[in-house]
Every structure is written in C-alpha cells, then in structure tokens.
C-alpha cells in the first residue's frame, strides 16, 4: 500500500485519465438538477470543490413584487354600448355591503339565460368597484370545468406572489385559497367565476376559500340550480338576470346601429327589440347587422315579420365581446352535448319549439302524455317520461340547467281562474325564447325530416283538449297551441309531401270542436268574454285551415 503518496501526484492522476475510458458526460439541463442551485456572483474570495456536479455559476435574476392594487378582470371585453342594469348593480353591491358578523367571505352569484348579459354585468361591477377603490385586487377564472378552475387558481397564485417564488404544480390551487383566506390587513378582493356548470360545483365547494371577512365572490352560471348551490345560503344572494328592459334594449339598438334617436325610430326600435326578447346579444347582432345596411332599421322589421329572424342570430359577434362567434352556434353546441348526455331532455325541447311562444303548463303535458300510453298504441320513451311529473320535471331541470328553458310561475288573473286543467299545477308553465325556439327547430327542410316532433305536440295538445271537449270553460289554454299546431301543419305540407293523416284528423277533430262552439256563442251571456278571448286564434285557424281543407278532411275522415 503506498501511504506516502501527494495530493498532487493524486490530483494529476485523477485528471489525465486516458480520454477514452473516460465517460461521455451529458449535457446539463437544470430541470434535471435535484439539488439546490447558488447565486454566487456576490463572492469573492475562495474555492469552493462542487463534488455533488448541482452548482452552478448563474447570474442573480432582478426580482419582482406584485403591485398593491391590480384588477385583473377582462374588464376591456366590456361592449363600448354597456347599458341599463342600474338595478341589477345596485343589488350587488347591496349584498356585499351587508354588515358581516363572521369571518367569511360573502357568495353572490348571477345567474340567467344565454346572451342574456351576465358575465358584462360582473366585469361592469368589477370596473365601478375597483375604480370606487372597494376592492384592492380582483381576479377573473373561468369555472366551465374544474381543470379550468384549477388553472385559474394558479394564476391568481402567479399574479400575487413574486417572480421568484417558486411551487410545485400539484399544490397551486391549495397555496392561492391559502393566500386569499390569510391575505394582509388592507387587501380586500373580488373573485369572479364565470360560466360556472354543474360539472364545477363540487370542485367550487372544495377549493374556494372559507374564511376572511375582507373577500367577496361573485359566480355567473346560467343555470339558477347552479347559482343557489354555490351562493351563500339563508340570504339573497341569487340574482336572476333577465332581458334589459325596453328602454335600454331601444337605446343599445339605436346606439350600436349608428340610428339617431327620434319617436319614429323609438317606435320602430321598440318591435324589433321585443320579437328579440330583449336579449343583449341578439340585438347587438340585430344592430350590427343594420349597421352593414347603413343603419336601415327596416330590414330588421322585414326579416322579423317574415319570420326569418334567425339569420340575425348568425351574424358574427366576434367584435362585440362575446365569446361565442354567434348566438345560434352557443345554442346548436348546448343542445348538441343535451343531444349526447340528455337524449329525451333533447326531445322534449324539439317538441316544446311547436307549441305557442307563451307556453305550456306542466299538467297540459302530462295529462296529454298519460292519454297516449294506451296498451295498444306504440309510444316512445319521451312519452313515457312526460307522463310521470317527477321525471318530467327531471327533463325540464337538464333544460334549465343550460337556461335553454324557463319554468314559470303564473298567477292567474279573475277572468282566468278555474280556466286550466289541473289546477293544483296550473301556474307552471315552461317557456322557450323566441329565437331559441328557430335555433333549435333549424329550416323547414329540417323540420320536416323531424316532423315526428311535431306530430307528437299534436297528440299531446290534443288528447289533453279532448278530455275536456265538454266543459269549454277549460279549454282556453289549449286555444292557442292547437293554434299554433294548424300554422305549423299548414307549413310542413309541402316538404312533408306524404302528411300524417293521423295527426291531421286530430287536429281537424280539435279544431271542429271550437269552430262550431265559436259559431253558436254569439256575443251573449257570460261567454262573451270567452268568445272574445278565442276570436284571434280562432280567426288564424279558420284562415289556415281553410273551409275546402275541413272539407277535404271530412272525407279522408268520416268517422270523426
């Protein structure tokens, strides 16, 4: 054993190893470093031997702190025409200046139907109440799945940490509710999650924070069961968004059409934006659209009376803020995935699109579904479930989960009390929005490749009617669906070719019924009112029918 040997004869044989049996290092990644990393351009004196192979000679990164205050919030995709909502911002703000006793943030959500304007509304109240100095931070996540939850929740990490802090990604979402829930005495802050579905809610309730009396969070969803499992519990702290109101609806169409304000356009302004429902986005579209045409507000009216007003819901919002490249495209993708998750959900809504825009009752429905379930008739599934009132009412909540349907509360006026059948349901009545109702019922072709779906609102309609042919002080909410049922039938001959003879008799059957009983009122008695009531939609059957139609009917059916 050589005992005596140097260090240097030691280090020289270390470092001229032949470089062949030398190993080929790789080349050095520091993601690949297990070890800690040095900052050592502050030394000066020393040797230092790395043996482990983890330092390295980096140059020290300038570091940066977040600012004090910061509204990370979209507010710039705010429309430039943002009118209206007084009320709606003055309730929000209302909830959130409520005097707090416990240590806990409050929940307020928004919730309504699409293209209805909630997520302008939460950034609107973001822009006033940072400006107003109520918050010194805001932040904006998207909540249309729980990736998407977990993502923003880094983020908000990102933006509140500075630039050299470092964690790992598992545990991101776990440090920024940590950071909101222990935020520094004079940070107050505003959390918004938008878009927020059902798919999120449990994901909501496990990573938002629990505590801390200086934060508030505001939830947009469209779907209000959404809305109520997120928002606070015990207060009100749910607000149903809903269409602007006409003034506002008028002055954002004038605005954005470039039209000048005068009691002609006003009233001109005024029909359009009633047939649109008086929804943000489909009169943005509208205008837009009439601005190609140089502010012509009369095309507008044009394409509305004929009825195609469902080309405006494809004119492209892109520039208007919305996040969808059209109103019809958000409507087609929601009842697409209904189509795939909810298959009946989606029938029910086909079917729904045929009867009159004021809508139909629960009962009406069930009671025309029970009369179709006869041992020998052959009926499908959707049937089956319309039926029965608890999954019936399973059907409408999927609906109104995406806010594609509303369900209603309708006290009846005197002149309509004991008027539906029923009554101990009489007041639910589900509603479709107009131009939701064209999106979903696509051109007449299509229409009547699917005229199943009509034909099934016919049975319906009238096997309900029918059970009541004899006490007419029931019949007026059937008037203007069978109504409403001729108009369609009329239209669907032509590209039907072969009709259902069937629902034809039936209809003819239904609406025989309440000619003759028009003829014979008359004016007198206590039915004058009714008859009154009945003459519009009576009149629009009559003219569509056509007396040589009734005849022509007669014949195919002899025994009805």
């Avoid at 509208?286 to 507008?300: I, M, N, P, T, V």
């Avoid at 029931?474 to 001729?486: E, G, R, Y």
Wanted: glycine share 6%; hydrophobic share 40%.
């Amino acid at each position: 054993m050589q005992s005596n040997a140097s260090l240097e004869s030691l280090s020289t044989a270390y470092f001229t190893v032949p470089e062949s049996e030398s190993p080929i290092p790789s080349p050095w990644s520091p993601l690949a470093s297990t070890g800690p990393s040095f900052h050592t351009s502050h030394t000066t004196n020393g040797k230092i031997i790395n043996v482990a192979g983890d330092y390295h000679v980096t140059t020290s990164s300038t570091v940066t702190y977040p600012p004090d205050r910061a509204n990370h919030a979209p507010t710039g995709a705010i429309t430039r025409h943002f009118v209206g909502r007084a009320d709606e911002l003055r309730e929000i703000r209302r909830v959130f200046d409520l005097r707090r006793v416990l240590d806990l943030p409050v929940q307020f959500a928004l919730c309504g139907a699409p293209g209805v304007g909630k997520s302008q509304l939460a950034l609107q109240f973001a822009e006033d109440a940072y400006a107003q100095g109520r918050y010194s931070h805001i932040f904006h996540i998207s909540a249309s799945s729980p990736d998407q939850i977990r993502e923003g929740l880094a983020h908000v990490l990102r933006l509140v940490q500075p630039s050299d802090y470092n964690c790992a990604g598992s545990v991101e979402a776990h440090e920024a509710r940590r950071w909101l829930e222990d935020a520094h005495p004079g940070i107050a802050w505003l959390l918004i999650l938008d878009s927020a579905v059902l798919n999120s809610v449990n994901y909501l309730r496990a990573h938002l924070p629990r505590k801390n009396m200086d934060g508030d969070i505001l939830f947009v969803a469209q779907s209000e069961a959404v809305a109520k499992a997120l928002a606070d519990e015990g207060r009100s702290t749910v607000l149903n968004v809903g269409p602007l109101a006409w003034n506002d609806a008028v002055q954002l169409l004038l605005e954005k059409a470039g039209v000048e304000s005068s009691a002609e356009s006003i009233k001109e302004a005024r029909s359009i934006v009633e047939r649109l429902d008086c929804l943000p986005i489909p009169i943005r579209q509208a205008a837009s659209f009439a601005k190609h045409f140089q502010g012509d507000l009369a095309c507008l009216t044009r394409l509305l009376q004929e009825g195609r007003g469902a080309a405006l819901s494809r004119w492209d919002t892109r520039l208007t803020g919305y996040e969808h490249t059209t109103f019809e495209s958000m409507v087609q993708a929601q009842f697409a995935r209904l189509v795939s998750d909810r298959p009946q959900a989606a029938e029910l809504l086909k079917v729904l699109c045929y009867l009159h825009p004021n809508g139909i009752s629960l009962p009406i429905l069930v009671d025309g579904a029970r009369l179709l379930l006869s041992p020998a008739t052959k009926t499908s599934k959707l049937s089956q479930f319309m039926a029965q009132f608890d999954e019936l009412h399973n059907l409408v909540r999927c609906l109104q989960h995406i806010s594609l349907l509303r369900m209603e509360t309708v006290r009846p006026t005197n002149g309509e009390k004991n008027v539906e059948p029923l009554t101990d349901q009489s007041s639910r009545i589900l509603r479709i929005p107009d131009l939701v109702r064209k999106i979903v019922r696509g051109s007449i072709v299509q229409m009547a490749a699917e005229s199943a779906y009509h034909d099934m609102a016919v049975q319906i309609v009238v096997s309900a009617f029918v059970r009541h042919k004899h006490d007419p002080s029931l019949w007026n909410p059937f008037i203007k669906h069978i109504a409403s049922l001729s108009r369609w039938e009329l239209l669907l001959r032509v590209p039907r070719g072969r009709l259902s003879l069937i629902e034809r008799g039936s209809l003819f059957h239904a609406t025989q019924i309440i000619v003759d009983f028009h003829r014979k009122v008359g004016l007198e008695g206590k039915l004058k009112i009714m008859k009154l009531e009945f003459d519009r939609d009576i009149k629009l059957v009559l003219h569509l029918q056509g007396l040589h139609t009734i005849r022509q009917l007669k014949q195919a059916f002899p025994n009805v």
